[in-house]
């Protein structure tokens, strides 16, 4: 208890606010590579992203906040791939890779608000593979670029979220491998 006084003494209430609403963030985030299903997975990222943007603007940091609503949108807008003619269509993820490069025009303020902006531009391409082990491998590297954001801007559970997505996207790699006949 004296621990979170000292937080609170040091970065305020709305600190910790974010920083709870962050660790049910990432729940949703760490166990979505662990579902079998691509809508399942992305649903459930879609969740995490709404949660990430209202912990990024209570922390001030407006280019992880309106790429993770944008990121939101988009993934349920993904959840119905191969169900949909319009998300099907390569157009889709180029007007998602749009909407991240004129967002981060918008929020431009340093060379590290770039990193979200770029990762996010990656992964409306990754995501909208149906394929779930090419989602999971090529998430490694835009995770990275959120990992750097994310101490950047002091978001501590964020930071925490990232390397343990990075073990559990191993880990789903790991578990639905096709096994090879030797």
């Given at each position: 208890m004296e621990k979170i006084?000292?937080?609170?003494?040091?970065?305020?209430?709305i600190y910790l606010i974010s920083q709870i609403i962050s660790i049910i963030a990432s729940l949703f985030l760490l166990f979505s590579y662990q579902?079998?299903?691509?809508?399942?997975?992305?649903?459930?990222?879609?969740?995490?992203?709404m949660l990430f943007g209202i912990q990024y603007m209570l922390i001030g940091a407006p280019e992880g906040a309106i790429c993770n609503f944008v990121g939101m949108?988009?993934?349920f807008t993904y959840s119905f791939r191969t169900r949909s003619k319009i998300v099907d269509h390569i157009a889709?993820?180029?007007?998602?890779?749009?909407?991240?490069g004129c967002c981060g025009i918008y929020t431009y303020s340093s060379l590290f608000s770039l990193l979200p902006i770029c990762a996010m531009i990656i992964s409306s391409f990754v995501t909208w593979n149906p394929k779930t082990q090419q989602l999971r491998a090529l998430t490694l590297p835009t995770s990275m670029m959120w990992l750097v954001y994310n101490a950047s801007c002091g978001s501590v559970v964020a930071v925490i979220t990232e390397l343990s997505s990075e073990v559990s996207i191993i880990i789903g790699l790991i578990r639905f491998r096709k096994k090879r006949n030797t």
């Open positions: 006084n000292s937080i609170i003494a040091e970065k305020g209430i579902m079998k299903k691509h809508r399942t997975i992305l649903l459930m990222q879609s969740i995490s992203g949108a988009r993934s889709c993820p180029i007007f998602f890779a749009v909407v991240f």
